[in-house]
Structure formats: C-alpha cells, structure tokens
C-alpha cells in the first residue's frame, strides 16, 4: 500500500527567502505524486504533479518540485516565499489505477513579513 | 462558474439523526470521491465513483451510504450520526486516475 510522510508539522521563512516543504513517499509501483495547498475554510487546490518525464516539475504560483527516486522524496520548492503562501500543503501519491489517493498529514507553512 | 459545489456547507444536527451531503461537478468528470477531513486536518478517502459505480470503499461504518445518480452526482447519506462524524466531508472529482482532484470546499459536519 502507498503511504506519504511530511515529516515538518510547520514551516516558518521570512518574506522573500527560498522555501522548501518536505515529501517522502512509499509507493510498490511507479508513483504519481501531486502537491496541494488549502487556504482557511477552502478545499484543496491543485499545485503541480509528477508523473513521468522531467525530475524538476513547474506548477502554479511559482512552485517547483523535485522528484528524487532514489531518495523516494518529492519535495515542493519556491524561490521567494511571499506572505499570501502562507497555508497548509499537502503532499499525495497513487501508484496505479483504482487506488485511492492518499495524502500526507499536511505541512503548515507560515511566511513573515 | 463552480466546479465542484457541496451543500450545505455547514451542517450541525444532534447524534441519532439522519443527514445527506449533495455534490455536483460540471467538470464532465468520470470519477467522483468523497474525503474526510478530522480535526487534526487529516485527510482520508471515504469512497470513490467512476461512472456511477462503486470503485473505491474505504474502511468506513455501514452508516455512510454514497449515491451517485450520474456521473455528475455524488451524494452522502449518513444514517444514526455519531460524535465522531464530525468532520469536513470534501467532494472531489478528477477525468482519469493521473489527473489532478479538483476539490468542492467542503461540508462542516457538526454533531452535538
């Protein structure tokens, strides 16, 4: 069975300073790994996903993130953090049809001004 | 327009009750899943819809009951509600199992 970790409750950077929001997943097959982000009584919006190809996957917002298969890590990436990033992050992995998708417990990142 | 749509959005009710979540997309979407969201902000798979058929059947009571009418449709019935459901109850909707879940905002459960 897949399984994710976020092993950071909370993450906390200045305005302006690169961020990075940590993944690590377990898959038996190939993964599809997704990041998704949720405002205060939101639900979750889409950020980016890894399927093939590429390692380094653009996504909106100006989020990256790196697909490491030897570390089994997907870790989301910002240049310059800005104060309206301020959320909860949630990192998901399926490794094949009709599984469910499954989510890590959520990273709270806290960005100040 | 919305994608997703759940109503009501909030919902508060007495244990013992009977209650139903409804959920719309007009994504043209295949699948449809309902998630629950605790406390803690943990998320967790409920069930899951392709087509108007059961796919996905998480480890949930018998009391949760999903209805799927269409393809557009995914409603929740829960029968005898219990402290514990309290919860946010999410729809979702997604067109093949490699693209990304669009979300609804989400169903506030509160049982007193």
């Known amino acids: 069975a897949q399984s994710v970790a976020q092993p950071e409750d909370q993450v906390n950077v200045a305005e302006g300073n690169p961020l990075t929001v940590k993944c690590t997943y377990s898959?038996?097959?190939?993964?599809?790994l997704f990041w998704y982000v949720q405002y205060p009584n939101r639900g979750l919006q889409f950020l980016l996903k890894?399927?093939?190809?590429?390692?380094l996957v653009k996504g909106s917002y100006g989020f990256e993130a790196e697909f490491n298969k030897s570390q089994t890590s997907f870790h989301l990436k910002k240049p310059s953090a800005l104060v309206s990033d301020s959320a909860l992050y949630f990192c998901?992995?399926?490794?094949?049809?009709?599984?469910?998708?499954?989510f890590g417990k959520g990273t709270r990142l806290s960005v100040i001004a | 327009d919305t994608a997703v749509s759940q109503t009501p959005k909030y919902l508060v009710t007495q244990m013992g009750n009977d209650k139903s979540i409804k959920c719309e997309q007009n994504?043209?979407?295949?699948?449809m899943y309902w998630y629950k969201q605790d406390s803690k902000k943990f998320l967790k798979i409920m069930f899951s819809?392709?087509?108007?058929?059961?796919?996905i059947n998480e480890t949930v009571p018998n009391r949760f009951s999903p209805k799927s009418p269409d393809k557009a449709h995914l409603n929740l019935h829960i029968n005898s509600l219990e402290l514990g459901d309290s919860a946010v109850y999410f729809c979702?909707?997604?067109?093949?199992?490699?693209?990304?879940?669009?979300f609804g905002n989400g169903t506030r459960l509160t049982v007193t």
């Open positions: 898959v038996s097959g190939n993964p599809y």
């Open positions: 998901a992995v399926r490794d094949s049809e009709n599984t469910p998708l499954v």
């Open positions: 819809y392709n087509n108007k058929e059961l796919i």
């Open positions: 979702a909707s997604s067109q093949v199992e490699s693209s990304p879940l669009h």
């Open positions: 994504l043209g979407h295949d699948t």
């Open positions: 890894y399927i093939t190809g590429d390692n």
